[in-house]
Structure formats: structure tokens, C-alpha cells
């Protein structure tokens, strides 16, 4: 019985040694997975800045990129991939008080070969009433420009009353 006992408690701990060993084993193996990604750039934008003058109250003015320079290629875009969409948000519905009209039409200037679009087709227009535009097809990859048409009309004012438009574009890629 004293050997059957001692017996059994050796093999308990002969049990106990094996099971502890692979409870460390499992323990202390560990291993370590690396995930790299690089993000690429889809789109490059270029903005210009440009100054219109001085209009008076009641008057109605048009502007290209002939009576303003800086209005030509104001917009410029380099995709790295076909199917870019690109977003402009503005301001324009804040200057509502002191113009009757504010109209921007933003046209293509330069297009890249392949594409549906050609220089001089509308992209958008952006108003008082419509300050923003949610999305210009860029169809193709390659350099993108596009040219301002402006048309203000200015109300009454009780001092003269310095204006600005703030202009976002931003760009993204769906596929």
C-alpha cells in the first residue's frame, strides 16, 4: 500500500512536471507579425491667389483670366491615378449681404489626352445660393488645370466694405 501510495504520488508529480512544462512552454513562446503600408499621394493641388479691385455699389462686374491674370490656371491638379474626384467648398454664402451676385464658373483649362472632358467645358459654378460643389471628375491621370470666370454685383453698402472668398478644394479617389 506504502509503495502503491508512493507510486502514485510519483507519477502525480511526473504528471504535474510534463504538464508544467508545457504551460511554460505555451507561456513563453511568443512571436511578433509586422504590416507595413505606404500611402500614396492621388492628387497634388496647386492654388492661386488673385485680387479683383475695387467695385462700386449697384455695379456689375465680369472678370476672366484676360482683365485678371491670376484667375487663368487657378486650379491646378496632378493625379497619379484615373477616377480623382475633386471638392471645392467656399464661403461664398457669407458675402450675401453685400452682393446681389457672386458667380464663379470654374472651367477647364488644361486636360489631359483620353479624357471626356475639353478645355473650355464648365466643371462647376459656384454662387451665393450654391457656395459649394461636391464633385469634378477627374477621368484620367495627368496634370489638370482649370480657369475662374467671375461675375459680382454689388449692393449697397454704408462704408467701404473690404471683401473676401475663401476657396477649399480637396481631392479623393474612389477606385
Known sequence: ?????RTLIGLVFLLMSFTIASVSAFVYESAQQTITQTIREIANITLQNSALGDIEEGETK??????????????????????????LNSDLDTLAPYYSTYSIAVKFATVPGGSGHSAGDLACTLTLGSPSYSSIDLDVAGSWTFDFEIT??????????????????????TA
Open 152 to 173: 459680382t454685383t454689388a449692393q449697397s453698402v454704408l462704408a467701404d466694405q473690404p471683401t473676401t472668398v475663401t476657396i477649399t478644394v480637396s481631392a479623393e479617389s
Open 62 to 87: 465680369s472678370y476672366t483670366k484676360n482683365e485678371v491674370a491670376e484667375l487663368g490656371d487657378a486650379i491646378s491638379v496632378v493625379t497619379t491615378k484615373a477616377l480623382v474626384y475633386i471638392h
Open 1 to 5: 500500500m506504502r509503495k502503491t501510495r
